[in-house]
């Protein structure tokens, strides 16, 4: 792997975890698989471990689950495409990629999806295309946070780059507390009533 494609996969974890924080969904961690195929491909597999709270006692409960579920999802392929030289998401190309090349964060946000349609009725009576349109805005409410906190972003970045270049070959995990050293605070994600 050269360096772009570290940094890359590096960034890709830290918008999971950055969106995490932002809804006080408190991750474990990231960890860093690394791979080697027969072919000489080399390739770093992220995960960020985030647990959620699955007590429902209402549909609003339901609801925000399914709604931080795709925010999450969505995070890791918008943070990959944060442009450093612009700071700011290419929100086509981000779109793009977490549509085409990340099928498990697709299929998590596509179940999460029906679960936000089915709680709330609003959004199937005032749209045509229901979950397109809820789509965008979610991709919206992760651009516009990214964005907004970009420097968290990089700084946090930069130090899992730094921990992977060090353990270069082996299996990367980095605990919460050693990222929440690096952060002194993590602003609130102010979610969107979507109707």
């Given at each position: 792997m050269n360096k772009d494609e570290i940094r890359k996969v590096a960034k890709h974890e830290v918008g999971h975890y950055l969106i995490s924080r932002a809804l006080n969904i408190f991750p474990k961690g990231i960890s860093f698989t690394f791979?080697?195929?027969?072919?000489?491909?080399?390739?770093?597999?992220?995960?960020?471990?985030?647990?959620?709270?699955?007590?429902?006692?209402?549909?609003?409960?339901?609801?925000?689950?399914?709604?931080?579920?795709?925010?999450?999802?969505?995070?890791?392929?918008?943070?990959e495409n944060f442009d450093e030289s612009f700071n700011k998401i290419i929100i086509e190309k981000a779109k793009k990629e977490f549509e085409e090349l990340q099928p498990?964060?697709?299929?998590?946000?596509?179940?999460?999806?029906?679960?936000?349609?089915?709680?709330?009725?609003?959004?199937?009576?005032?749209?045509?295309f229901p979950a397109l349109e809820t789509l965008d805005k979610m991709y919206k409410e992760v651009t516009d946070y990214i964005n907004n906190n970009y420097n968290?972003?990089?700084?946090?970045?930069?130090?899992?780059?730094?921990?992977?270049?060090?353990?270069?070959?082996?299996?990367?995990?980095?605990?919460?507390?050693?990222?929440?050293?690096?952060?002194?605070t993590y602003p609130i994600l102010e979610k969107k009533i979507l109707n």
């Open positions: 791979l080697q195929y027969k072919d000489g491909y080399i390739e770093y597999q992220g995960m960020t471990e985030t647990e959620f709270n699955k007590t429902f006692e209402t549909l609003d409960d339901v609801y925000n689950y399914a709604h931080d579920k795709c925010l999450l999802s969505i995070a890791g392929s918008f943070a498990q964060d697709q299929l998590i946000t596509q179940e999460a999806l029906h679960i936000i349609l089915g709680c709330n009725s609003e959004i199937k009576k005032n749209s045509i968290l972003l990089i700084k946090l970045t930069n130090y899992v780059v730094e921990n992977i270049e060090k353990n270069y070959g082996q299996n990367i995990y980095i605990p919460a507390k050693n990222l929440e050293i690096k952060v002194n």
